[in-house]
């Protein structure tokens, strides 16, 4: 009886530290400015990363010994981009809950729209790294098609439209 109570408190706790994460909300309860802590993320060496046709012609050059060294430092390459996106979602989510709670109806959208899909960019970039970490161990195994770069490309689309709205008479924000 006593373990299924230990049981029961580890996992809730291990979902409100999920939840916070995903969010992107600090324990030590620091805010920062969003936008400046934003990192760039170049998607398209990201993609050359994770391409399968990319993966399979180093499968057949390479010996055996050889692809998975070189596998190995291209998918810890992957995840620096994927953790750099996520970082990048949990200001973001920050920056669309900030703008949701504006008065004009728009801006109240687009933040909402910003902040939730900021929130599944995080998951999904967790969900990844775990897959990735996954593929570090096991070299020979394939390495799965991931939709971090897509997710992303669709925040920034928001972050770009919220832009728009919140301040129409400047010029297009820098891409983050």
Not at 15 to 24: D, E, Q, T
Not at 54 to 83: G, T
Not at 99 to 108: G, N
Not at 145 to 162: K, Q
Request: proline share 5%; glycine share 4%; aromatic share 8%.
């Amino acid at each position: 009886m006593i373990l299924a109570f230990f049981l029961v408190a580890v996992a809730v706790i291990a979902l409100v530290f999920l939840v916070r994460l995903a969010k992107g909300q600090s324990f030590t309860g620091r805010t920062l400015d969003a936008v400046s802590r934003i990192q760039p993320v170049d998607l398209e060496a990201f993609r050359n990363l994770m391409d399968p046709a990319e993966e399979d012609y180093l499968r057949e050059s390479l010996s055996r010994a050889e692809f998975r060294m070189i596998h190995r430092e291209r998918l810890r390459a992957a995840l620096e981009y994927i953790f750099c996106a996520a970082q990048n979602a949990a200001f973001l989510v920050r920056a669309g809950d900030a703008a949701r709670r504006s008065p004009e109806p728009s801006v109240a959208e687009a933040g909402e729209r910003l902040m939730n899909s900021a929130i599944s960019l995080r998951l999904l970039a967790l969900q990844a790294m775990a897959k990735l970490y996954w593929g570090i161990l096991f070299p020979s195994a394939r390495s799965s098609s991931i939709g971090v770069a897509d997710s992303y490309e669709r925040v920034t689309g928001l972050v770009f439209l919220l832009g728009r709205l919140q301040h129409p008479s400047r010029s297009a924000p820098a891409v983050p």
